[in-house]
Nanobody
Framework: QVQLVESGGGLVQAGGSLRLSCAASKGIFSLYTMAWYRQAPGKQRDLVASITRAGATNYADSVKGRFSISRDNDKNTAYLQMNSLKPEDTAVYSC???????WGQGTQVTVSS
C-alpha cells in the first residue's frame, strides 16, 4: 500500500504564491507519472498538472505560466509551485500516482480577492 500525503495548502491573497508538496511512502514513486488535480465546491475534479518520470510536464490551460510542477525522485516527493494565484484557483488539491488507485487526502487552497 502506498500513501500520499499533501501539504502546503492554506489561505492566500490574490496574487500570492503557495507551494504544495506530495510525499509518497514508498519508492515506486520514481517509476510513474505524478499528477495534481483540484476540485472546487460543486465542480468536477480537474487535472491541474502532471509530470512524467523523465520530467516532461503538462498543464491545464488555466494555470499555464503561473503554476510549475516538479519532482524529487530521491525524496519520493512531487511539488506544485503556484504563483499569481486567483480566487478561481480556490479548491481542494490532490496528488495521485497516475494510473493507480493511490490518491492523497487533499489540501485546501483558498485565494481571497
Amino acid at each position: 500500500q502506498v500513501q500520499l500525503v499533501e501539504s502546503g495548502g492554506g489561505l492566500v491573497q490574490a496574487g500570492g504564491s503557495l507551494r504544495l508538496s506530495c510525499a509518497a511512502s514508498k519508492g515506486i514513486f520514481s517509476l510513474y507519472t505524478m499528477a495534481w488535480y483540484r476540485q472546487a465546491p460543486g465542480k468536477q475534479r480537474d487535472l491541474v498538472a502532471s509530470i512524467t518520470r523523465a520530467g516532461a510536464t503538462n498543464y491545464a490551460d488555466s494555470v499555464k505560466g503561473r503554476f510549475s510542477i516538479s519532482r524529487d525522485n530521491d525524496k519520493n516527493t512531487a511539488y506544485l509551485q503556484m504563483n499569481s494565484l486567483k480566487p478561481e484557483d480556490t479548491a481542494v488539491y490532490s496528488c495521485t500516482i497516475s494510473g493507480t488507485r493511490y490518491w492523497g487526502q487533499g489540501t485546501q487552497v483558498t485565494v481571497s480577492s
